[in-house]
Nanobody
């Protein structure tokens, strides 16, 4: 069974940090391009960044300089390090690769 599982979400104060994980199982090679997306309440799902197969990373302007995507191929896992979090970063965060989406993990930024 092909599956992506996100974890690491939670409640954090403004200015804080979280690291999300996206673990792949089944017939998915995490070395393929992996994208991160988020969906805030009442809003459309938004692309926030990706890591290409060769390791290059790309980010939306809204998170550039604060978020970092990395990958551990040995663990078949991709990470999203989020720093300097803002209330507007509150959303469900999803990873996606090869047409497969994870179930999402909630991130809430609030004091």
């Amino acid at each position: 069974q092909v599956q992506l599982v996100e974890s690491g979400g939670g409640l954090v104060q403004p200015g804080g940090s979280l690291r999300l994980s996206c673990a792949a199982s089944g017939n998915i090679v995490i070395g393929s391009p992996v994208g991160w997306h988020r969906q805030a309440p009442g809003k459309q799902r938004e692309w926030i960044g990706k890591i290409a197969g060769g390791g290059s990373t790309y980010y939306a302007d809204s998170v550039k300089g604060r978020f970092t995507i990395s990958r551990d191929n040995a663990k078949n896992t991709v990470y999203l390090q989020m720093n300097s979090l803002k209330p507007e970063d509150t959303a469900v965060y999803y990873c996606m690769t090869s047409g497969v989406w994870g179930q999402g993990t909630q991130v809430t930024v609030s004091s």
